[in-house]
């Protein structure tokens, strides 16, 4: 009887004496720490990804806090999250323009020429380094080291063979950007509308002849709007994509390789589009 | 007799006889060539020619450009009929002089024969050969003039000069060797002189008798020695022959001088003893055609920038079941998707063979075989899996940067996992990744 006595005493007496120390220890070694990062942290996505250029979510949480970051410093989180930051720190909440990840190239599997047969590891990066499968060597190289690094599922290979972007996913975090060997992702704010789906450097012919879809720079988008589009180096760069009126768009579509225009072509044009091909057929 | 050797490595076959007894031929310049003007470690060439320049042959129509580059120079004399990039036997096109070989190989006439080369300063050598564009003619074409400049700090007291052609198939060093042994102690006589060392080495593998036979009679005459070497591959890699020779370890990361050493192919040295004595420019180099798929195997003296396609017809032509075409040897060569691509500095061959379809890849079993025949004893199936899965730091950490890219893991690998591929990516991002932090 009076062992489990001696020991129910001597348990009560460590407990109580442990937390004599925990608070104290509380009390004294406490750290203050600012709230905001609290709050803030709490309102971030938590998804960690590294796009804001900080170590994660929590790590920007205490950059904004301190005035270090930007509040509108997380794409991921887009407006939502920058309102609700910017309503914890008690300041206006900047305006965030929500940009897409885009591709640019138009190197489908069937409009770009295979070198040849590649035998080697299915990573775009490994093919880069030994010129590519391709005989564009600027465009994708179809093995998707884009698709393994979207934190976010929202990048797939197509059927063609080019990474498909999942506007309602992606969250223009750049991962895509950084894991492209040749560049060919950038980021695009949503509503620019016209996009140069190429990055060949090549002259026209030697450009043409590898792929189908590759910019040729004959010119003809550049002259349509010289505002906005101007040649160099053998391919159609956007200047300013604000200054391309919408009257302008059926004029810069005339590319004779499809290799600017916009990415998403109303249906009823595709329709049209798809009849003329039949009728010409 | 005894050999001498490294530890680990592999043996494949050698496949030398196709071409073996067949001594040096040189080719008929072609009608028109493609000089890159990148066929080195470094940067590219500044382009000296425009389009509708009349060239003569040994003309220098690139300068090297900043400390690791090399000059390239005219191989026939003719008209420029472009200057723009066209393919590389390295898979990226790249910047090239292309030249409409007129036939008459005019060739600058103030270039004099010097009497004594011996008795010129190690600058006026290193000049020389920066002036003559060579390289080193092994595979990796590095600038050789730099190579001969070691930092004052690090003495330098033995030449090896490398007669092991470890790679299959490959002959045309052998055959160098055996057409002018002269040229070669000469060439490697003016490379001690410029690095100051105090003997010359010549390693020879064993399956290549008469020529060591013939350099240790030769040798005689200048402070050195010829070595016999074990046939084994890789045994002409830079720090597995030091090894090999004199047991002294290159330090991770470090380069032969670190050790007191400079290492230069047979194709080079005859190359410098070219450039110093006659002040001929490298515009040819020794190569040899050969494999299952080629009519009439043969080693040739090729200019530089002559299309794969030219070298291929005058062998007779590739035999219908070649599918495979290679610049180099077997087991570092480079494949090739067009025969269109110019013979460069560092074609040591070309290769043409049937090649059977891969077979599938199974996952490690952990045998260990690759970690056996390692020679720079590294653990490749821990480093590709590194690799794969993206993880850096930890490739680092493992020396995946002392890799050579030899292949022999992969020629050994019962799993047929392409482990090399892994490596050269591997080493690349890792490359990459630490420039991004210096910047």
């Known amino acids: 009887m009076t062992e489990i006595l001696i020991s129910i005493i001597t348990m009560t007496a460590l407990g109580f004496l442990f937390s004599v120390g925990l608070v104290f220890a509380y009390k004294k070694l406490k750290v203050e720490e600012d709230p905001k990062i609290e709050q803030v942290s709490e309102a971030l996505p938590q998804a960690n990804c590294g796009a804001c250029g900080y170590a994660g979510c929590r790590a920007f949480a205490e950059a904004v806090a301190k005035g270090e970051a930007e509040v509108n410093g997380c794409p991921v989180g887009g407006e939502d999250v920058t309102s609700e930051i910017a309503n914890i720190l008690g300041i206006e909440a900047p305006e965030v323009v929500k940009q897409l990840a885009r591709l640019h190239c138009r190197g489908t599997h069937e409009a770009a020429k295979d070198k040849g047969p590649y035998i080697g590891i299915s990573t775009c990066h490994a093919a880069h380094l030994i010129g590519g499968t391709k005989q564009c060597s600027f465009g994708c190289l179809h093995s998707g080291d884009c698709v393994r690094v979207c934190p976010f599922d929202a990048l797939h290979m197509g059927e063609e063979g080019l990474p498909v972007v999942d506007e309602d996913k992606c969250t223009a975090c750049g991962k895509c950007v950084d894991a492209c060997p040749r560049n060919l992702f950038e980021l695009h704010p949503v509503s620019q509308e016209i996009i140069v789906f190429c990055r060949s450097l090549d002259r026209g012919a030697a450009s043409r002849k590898a792929c189908k879809n590759a910019c040729i720079a004959c010119g003809i988008c550049a002259r349509a709007c010289p505002e906005a589009i101007v040649m160099e180096n053998n391919i159609a760069v956007i200047t300013d994509y604000k200054k391309i009126s919408p009257d302008k768009i059926p004029e810069i579509e005339k590319c004779p390789t499809d290799a600017i225009g916009r990415l998403h072509k109303d249906t009823n044009e595709e329709e049209k589009e798809e009849e003329k091909k039949e009728d010409e057929g | ?439």
């Open chain 2, 1 to 439: 007799m005894k050999t001498k050797t490294f530890p680990h490595g592999i043996h494949p076959p050698e496949l030398k006889n196709l071409t073996e007894e067949i001594s040096l031929q040189p080719m008929p310049a072609p009608e028109k060539v493609m000089i890159p003007l990148l066929q080195h470690f470094g940067a590219p060439a500044k382009p000296l020619v425009q389009k509708g320049d009349e060239v003569s042959l040994g003309q220098k129509i690139g300068e090297g450009q900043g400390l690791f580059s090399a000059s390239v120079h005219s191989s026939v004399s003719g008209k420029v009929l472009s200057v723009d990039s066209f393919h590389h036997p390295g898979g990226t096109p790249v910047p090239a002089v292309t030249i409409a070989n007129d036939g008459q190989d005019k060739a600058d006439t103030d270039k004099k024969e010097i009497k004594n080369p011996f008795s010129l300063s190690p600058e006026d050598i290193r000049d020389k050969i920066k002036e003559a564009g060579v390289v080193g003619l092994g595979g990796a074409a590095f600038p050789t003039a730099v190579k001969l400049s070691p930092p004052k700090d690090s003495p330098i007291d033995t030449i090896i000069i490398n007669g092991c052609e470890c790679e299959p198939l490959l002959t045309s060093d052998y055959r160098l060797m055996l057409e002018f042994p002269d040229e070669i102690l000469k060439g490697a006589e003016l490379a001690r002189i410029a690095t100051g060392a105090d003997r010359i080495i010549v390693g020879i593998e064993d399956n290549k008798k008469k020529a060591f036979e013939l350099f240790q009679e030769k040798i005689q005459d200048y402070e050195g020695e010829a070595v016999l070497l074990k046939t084994k591959y890789p045994e002409g890699a830079e720090k597995n022959l030091i090894y090999a020779i004199l047991r002294r370890e290159v330090p991770r990361g470090g380069l032969p001088f670190n050790v007191g050493i400079v290492v230069q192919n047979v194709g080079t040295a005859k190359a410098i003893w070219d450039a110093v004595s006659t002040g001929k420019p490298l515009f040819e180099r020794a190569i040899t055609v050969s494999g299952q798929s080629i009519t009439e195997p043969k080693n040739l003296l090729v200019r530089i920038g002559t299309p794969f396609q030219a070298v291929i017809d005058f062998c007779g032509g590739l035999k219908e079941d070649g599918n495979i075409l290679v610049m180099g040897g077997p087991m570092m060569g480079l494949t090739q998707w067009t025969p269109e691509v110019p013979v460069v500095k560092g074609t040591s061959g070309i290769l043409a063979w049937n090649a059977p379809a891969p077979g599938t890849e199974y996952s490690c079993i952990n045998c260990g075989r690759c970690i056996e025949h390692c020679p720079m004893a590294l653990v490749p199936t821990q480093l590709a899996k590194y690799v794969q899965f993206d993880k850096l730091p930890e490739a680092e950490s493992w020396g995946i940067l002392d890799c050579v890219e030899c292949g022999s893991c992969q020629y050994i690998c019962p799993s047929k996992i392409l482990l090399v591929h892994w490596m050269r990516l591997g080493k690349n991002k890792v490359m990459s990744s630490k420039q991004k932090k210096s910047a």
